[in-house]
């Protein structure tokens, strides 16, 4: 194993030291315990693109890594590019100079959502530029259980295919038990649901990851969030073990699919 896969693996588990050792009694990750364990890892393009494989639970790994450097690693894996990301998300090119290079913050008055219906309209125009037709496009929504962000700031966040689009749909509702109908501009609506009141199927779920809430404030993270879903929408990727790991999430084991999330990704370097 090379010097710089060396150094990535020590990283790494002092990453889990840390997440292991900093987690409250009610669960909570300590604050900035996930930027302290991988602000400074510091990603080469084989990682980038090793980790577009790896689907959402990659987007933490990507915190330390300047905002050009990961896209000349997706524009060298032939991945939809940051770019492409920010245009779509934030209404401007990471080569604007309201863009940092280095962070990915965007400065003045750009584009931006205040929550997931926003953030899928985002996804969607992203899937559009690639050459999705929008009608295709439009059953493609970013969702997100929040039952824990004010609490704990987890979010278990997820990428479905929605078989009705943007069309409202009728389900019991997960939080009351009750048969509600569920339209976009409702909170329930942004949420995944697998059936609706009558048995028939709503969402299959293309990818999910269990995530500190802080990281999607970063504009760079937003723009890799929205990269990583739409690679995990091009190859066709499904995720049916979904559905348990919510009942768990909303049950309070947050921490545990955090963790779990985070051990999903596997960048196995070149043999030094």
Not at 40 to 53: E, K, R, T
Not at 213 to 223: E, M, T, Y
Request: net charge positive; charged share 25%; with cysteine.
């Amino acid at each position: 194993m090379g010097r710089t896969m060396r150094r990535w693996v020590g990283m790494v588990m002092m990453a889990g030291v840390l997440l292991a050792g900093c987690a409250t009694p009610e669960g909570r990750l300590a604050g900035e315990t996930l930027r302290l364990g991988l602000f400074n890892l510091v990603l080469s393009p084989f990682m980038i693109v090793a980790g577009l494989a790896q689907g959402l639970a990659f987007l933490p790994y990507t915190v330390g890594t300047e905002l050009v450097e990961l896209n000349k690693g997706l524009i060298q894996a032939q991945a939809v590019t940051l770019d492409d990301s920010y245009r779509a998300t934030f209404g401007v090119s990471i080569h604007d100079p309201r863009v940092h290079p280095r962070t990915g913050e965007v400065s003045g008055e750009t584009r931006r959502f205040a929550n997931m219906l926003e953030a899928t309209q985002a996804f969607q125009r992203l899937l559009v530029s690639q050459g999705m037709p929008e009608e295709v496009a439009r059953r493609h929504v970013l969702a997100s259980i929040d039952t824990h962000t004010r609490s704990r700031g987890h979010i278990l966040l997820t990428v479905v295919y929605r078989h009705r689009g943007m069309q409202p749909f009728t389900a019991v509702s997960k939080h009351t038990g009750i048969v509600t109908t569920f339209r976009p501009e409702h909170s329930g609506w942004r949420e995944p649901y697998e059936r609706d009141a009558r048995g028939e199927l709503i969402d299959e779920v293309v990818d999910w990851a269990g995530l500190e809430f802080d990281l999607l404030k970063q504009d760079k993270v937003v723009g890799m969030l929205m990269v990583l879903a739409a690679e995990a929408v091009k190859t066709g990727k499904r995720s049916p073990e979904y559905w348990q790991v919510e009942r768990r999430w909303m049950a309070g084991e947050t921490t545990e699919i955090i963790r779990e999330s985070l051990a999903k990704v596997k960048l196995d370097g070149p043999r030094g």
